[in-house]
T-cell receptor
Framework: EAGVTQFPSHSVIEKGQTVTLRCDPI?????LYWYRRVMGKEIKFLLH????????ESGMPNNRFLAERTGGTYSTLKVQPAELEDSGVYFC??????????????FGPGTRLTVT | DAKTTQPNSMESNEEEPVHLPCNHS???????IHWYRQLPSQGPEYVIH?????VNNRMASLAIAEDRKSSTLILHRATLRDAAVYYC???????????WGAGTKLIIKP
């Protein structure tokens, strides 16, 4: 079974440009999450989709970030315009909602974003 | 903010057991205790979770104190591949969000 995949693995853009990150969750996983780690800081939650609906977007830093999940399958995270402080590693994760309430999250390898 | 406290780093010898401690004195009755690890240049990986009872799986064991204010992740026989940052995370029953701390960097000596 394929794991969570993310594209691109690395992206280098200039301040003010737009970047779109893509995440393909494990097939059949209704839950999809975005997290990020900025330089020297801890991993932070950004948002959570259940199918195509945003369940919790409390971690989105500002309105320069837009996440979508078309048809409840893959998700995109767009940063427009990018700022220097957006540099970091963006992780996507997915999970089932299984009967024992574990909510085990499976993570992708991450996209390293560098804004110059 | 993270609700757990872990040592910054620990060292262990290869093929010996490793006990990674975690304090969570403010845990509520419905908080699950999750452990994830992150190997170098990879995304985080689920290790184990529990609520009240000790848990075992193919990767590790989780020992939870009777008052639930602390827990210990046990790797029964560490290998070099277990070198990673280990995160102890409390997750509220109705909330899918994982709140990460700094974790413990585990160094395995050959």
């Amino acid at each position: 079974e394929a794991g969570v995949t993310q594209f691109p693995s690395h992206s280098v853009i200039e301040k003010g440009q737009t970047v779109t990150l893509r995440c393909d969750p494990i097939s059949g996983h209704d839950n999809l999450y975005w997290y990020r780690r900025v330089m020297g800081k801890e991993i932070k939650f950004l948002l959570h989709f259940v199918k195509e609906s945003k369940q919790d977007e409390s971690g989105m830093p500002n309105n320069r970030f837009l996440a979508e999940r078309t048809g409840g399958t893959y998700s995109t995270l767009k940063v427009q315009p990018a700022e220097l402080e957006d540099s970091g590693v963006y992780f996507c994760a997915s999970s089932l909602t299984d009967r024992d309430n574990s909510y085990e999250q499976y993570f992708g390898p991450g996209t390293r974003l560098t804004v110059t | 903010d993270a609700k757990t406290t872990q040592p910054n780093s620990m060292e262990s010898n290869e093929e010996e057991p490793v006990h990674l401690p975690c304090n969570h004195s403010t845990i509520s009755g419905t908080d699950y205790i999750h452990w994830y690890r992150q190997l170098p240049s990879q995304g985080p990986e689920y290790v184990i979770h529990g609520l009240t009872s000790n848990v075992n799986n193919r990767m590790a064991s989780l020992a939870i104190a009777e008052d639930r204010k602390s827990s210990t992740l046990i790797l029964h026989r560490a290998t070099l591949r277990d070198a990673a940052v280990y995160y102890c995370i409390l997750r509220e029953d109705s909330n899918y969000q994982l709140i990460w701390g700094a974790g413990t960097k585990l160094i395995i000596k050959p």
